[in-house]
């Protein structure tokens, strides 16, 4: 089984990765799990004061951060992974990746980093249940 797991480095990305971590066995024997970060996108007036190589240089440092400790973590629980990161609206670039890469389920925590925009949703985790057709599994 193919599984995606979009990450935030949010306290809901870390129970996600608690209950794959308990329950591997569970998911498939031989899944294989790519774990994904969407970095927001720098808004295009911004970027244009700056190089691409710095742009590149800023997206990858803000995946490493949330993707070095999950990597460690997996390591750890003796867990392989691919890992992936792309600048752009994460809901978008969830779907997308999902989607194209022909995966057999999704999972990502139910909240992100947003206090108020997350009171009942989080407004990532609801624009992906909108938009992908992939299964979703959110965990709380």
Do not use: W
């Amino acid at each position: 089984m193919k599984i995606l797991l979009a990450v935030d480095g949010s306290e809901y990305t870390q129970r996600m990765l608690d209950y794959v971590a308990a329950h591997k066995d569970d998911l498939g024997a031989t899944n294989s799990f790519t774990v994904f970060n969407a970095v927001l996108a720098v808004p295009p007036h911004a970027a244009s004061f700056v190089s691409r190589a710095t742009l590149h240089v800023y997206y990858e440092q803000e995946a490493r951060q949330v993707i070095d400790p999950i990597r460690d973590f997996f390591k750890d629980k003796g867990i392989e992974a691919e890992y992936r990161h792309q600048a752009g609206q994460p809901a978008e670039q969830i779907c997308s990746v999902a989607q194209e890469g022909g995966v057999d389920l999704l999972m990502m925590g139910s909240h992100g980093h947003g206090a108020l925009s997350n009171l009942v949703l989080g407004s990532v985790a609801t624009q992906v249940l909108a938009r992908c057709s992939v299964p979703v599994l959110l965990v709380r």
